[in-house]
């Protein structure tokens, strides 16, 4: 079994020259035995001749480039065309014969150049030929040299459809791959956006708190001690991203509790009261054993609409729920809106609509606006598993 595997593996590590060599080789034993002798392709009814040391060139001639059909497409038809017309101007009729529109429909898939030039060539050349052929032979009508003609032209227009398709599927796994990049250049924007927008937002209402806190040591202490510790935790998720990013994240110390877990929705939620907004927190039903991404989501969802708390309704009344049900996470955030916009960074309104996309992926439900009393509510329902 495993030499079954091994042999295709190492056939096709072979350079492509050694690959195509055999066909040609074969043909060209082919045309050596003498059973096969006169019963190879004939155009233009000349009598058949045996075999001399001019048989043996165009033999070779019209079989062993074809181990440079893809390499050399164009070297390649060159050569057989040379030794086919040989062969048929001297009456051998090889086997060899067939080489040409193997060559014809290899030129038409591989040759990247001069694919006009080549065609009115090779054209010009038959015609040549077949007035040759006439010239020599019994007369054998117009027909069966167009007829030939086109059986050429097909085997070339064969390789001109390979060769599209070729392009065509090269151009499809391009797009592919570049709608990949994107995905992941979008998907690491939002993370990274999710991390720092938080911890940022934080220290900067906080900081812009501790201006006025000069005359009392105490609360400036504890509000710059709060400001560390959100930086702190700032560096310490981004280390976690950049883990994420890393082909090797899998090992080392950045390798444990890389996704936020719901219940980590309490330290974001201590880190905003800190902030100088006052949060109720309540957390209902227990988690399921397996979420899938729901459990980062709801986290995304609770850390964006605290930041936008802090940012829009700073100091205003804030209820945050999260309930695990058996098939779905729901969260809630609300202000009461009796805040005032923070001193802080403006939004870009990425945040929001990124939320809106990771929960849409999931088959969940996400809605964001103002409340009719004032202030905002932030609700989505994310299914605890992807939908199939």
């Known amino acids: 079994m495993i030499l079954r595997r091994r042999v295709p593996e190492l056939w096709h590590r072979l350079d492509v020259t050694v690959r195509d060599l055999p066909l040609g080789v074969l043909f060209l034993v082919a045309s050596a035995l003498p059973v096969f002798h006169g019963d190879g392709t004939e155009v233009g009814g000349l ?3 045996p075999a001399d040391a001019l048989a043996g060139a165009a033999a070779v001639l019209q079989c062993l480039p074809l181990a440079v059909r893809r390499r050399w497409p164009l070297v390649c038809l060159a050569l057989v065309s040379g030794g086919f017309a ?17 060559a014809l429909l290899s030129a038409g898939s591989y040759l990247d150049r001069y694919r006009r030039t080549t065609l009115v060539a090779a054209t010009v050349a038959f015609a040549g030929l077949s007035v040759e052929l006439h010239r020599r032979g019994p007369g054998e009508p117009a027909a069966e040299f167009v007829t030939f003609y086109l059986a050429l032209a097909l085997a070339w227009g064969v390789g001109t459809w390979m060769r599209s398709a070729r392009v065509a599927e090269a151009e499809h796994r391009s797009r592919v791959a570049e709608d990949a990049r994107t995905a992941e250049r979008t998907r690491i924007a939002r993370e990274l956006h999710d991390v720092v927008t938080h911890h940022v937002t934080a220290m900067v209402v906080q900081a812009e708190a501790a201006r006025y806190l000069t005359a009392a040591p105490d609360r400036l202490d504890r509000t710059l001690t709060a400001v560390s510790d959100t930086g702190r935790r700032a560096i310490t998720d981004l280390r976690h991203l950049l883990d994420l990013l890393n082909p090797d994240h899998g090992t080392g110390h950045g390798g444990e509790n890389r996704t936020p877990p719901v219940g980590r929705v309490l330290t974001l939620v201590e880190q905003t009261r800190r902030a100088g907004q006052p949060v109720e927190f309540t957390e209902e039903g227990t988690p399921p054993a397996s979420t899938g991404s729901a459990d980062l989501v709801a986290y995304r969802v609770v850390q964006e609409a605290l930041t936008n708390a802090l940012k829009y309704d700073h100091g205003s009344r804030t209820s945050v729920l999260v309930r695990h049900g058996e098939r779905e996470i729901t969260v809630e955030v609300g202000t009461d809106g009796s805040g005032s916009r923070a001193a802080s960074p403006g939004g870009s309104g990425r ?8 929960v849409d992926v999931l088959g969940g439900d996400f809605s964001a606006g103002r409340r009719t009393g004032g202030g905002f509510l932030v609700r989505a329902r994310i299914p605890a598993r992807s939908p199939a």
């Open 47 to 49: 009598p058949h001749r």
């Open 86 to 102: 040989l062969d048929q101007v001297r009456g051998y009729h090889l086997v060899a014969g067939t080489a040409l529109p193997i």
């Open 351 to 358: 945040g929001l609509d990124g939320l809106r996309e990771r």
